[in-house]
């Protein structure tokens, strides 16, 4: 960490962060504290909002950083289209490339890769305007299921379905904000998280919540969401848990650091849910807190991300 320090080579970062998805809010509290860690470490760091009145592109062209950071949650963001645009003006970034960011993006693609290489995760159907929804709610052997768009992160548009006569209206509220929607077989059971960082997976997260879900309430609003740390399980499922998230995060070409969320079914089978490839990066979000456990303070996580780039990209 002491080059980061060290005055004759000063790095200079570019924290881009906000956005213009629906997780914008989440993705300012994001790239402040990424900014406020880089400052305490001392770093040169200019904050570029990535916002969409699009006055922040000549910022970007000028270039006057040595590398990104990327703080950005969802579409425009975390799904490969900012990574295009800094592969074409040669700008070293932050995390995953353009096609772990697009596929981790998709999680019905996702589902679909995990699915050749024999992930578990749970059955879906894809659906569109002419799908019958009767036949899909047979295919899946009836309730519940969970209504997602494909796009979509922070649990927005998703909804528990419990009968055949909600599908409608969940499918609908999902269309509403992606062209494209899948139902997701309901896993009863506990839900984990585990967190990514350079090669390896950092000690898991048990999410328990009062809510029927772990939503965007239970995730941001309410203080009554419970993270488990140690997750409750034996050293040995712990060890299975972090071994599939690894295998699941490299299959859908991620790197560097990123966050597997997974749930164990009733029969304590362990069912993918999806990738994110720029998860939230507040003092209190989910891989902060596994790399906490693991001793890196945020500032040094920070700073363990850009290391990896700065690797990749060899200087
Ligand atoms: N198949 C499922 N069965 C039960 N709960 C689910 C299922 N899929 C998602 N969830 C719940 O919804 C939350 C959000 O789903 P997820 O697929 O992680 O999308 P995102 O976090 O991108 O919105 C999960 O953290 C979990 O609580
Ligand atoms: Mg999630």
Redesign the pocket.
Known sequence: MSEFLNPESPLRVAVLYGGTSAERDVSLNSGQAVIAALKTAEIDVIGIDINNTGDWLPLIQQADFDIAFLALHGRGGEDGTIQGLLECLGIPYTGSGVLGSALAMD?LKTKQVWQTLGLPT?GYCWIDASTDLEAVWRKLDGMP??V?PVH?????G?S?VDRLDQLQDAVAKASDLDSCVFV?????GK?F?VSILNGEALPVIG?E?NHQ???YE??YLVNDTRYLLPCGLSPEEERELQALSLRAFNAVGCQDWGRV?L?LNEKGEP?L??V?TLPGMTDHSLVPMAAQAKGYSFSELVLAIIQAAKQRYGF
């Open positions: 999680k749970p299921l969970m997602k979509e992160g922070s649990s927005i998703m528990k997701e077989q309901w896993v009863t839900e998280t999410l919540t879900f772990y939503d239970a995730k969320d749930m069912q849910l999806e994110n």
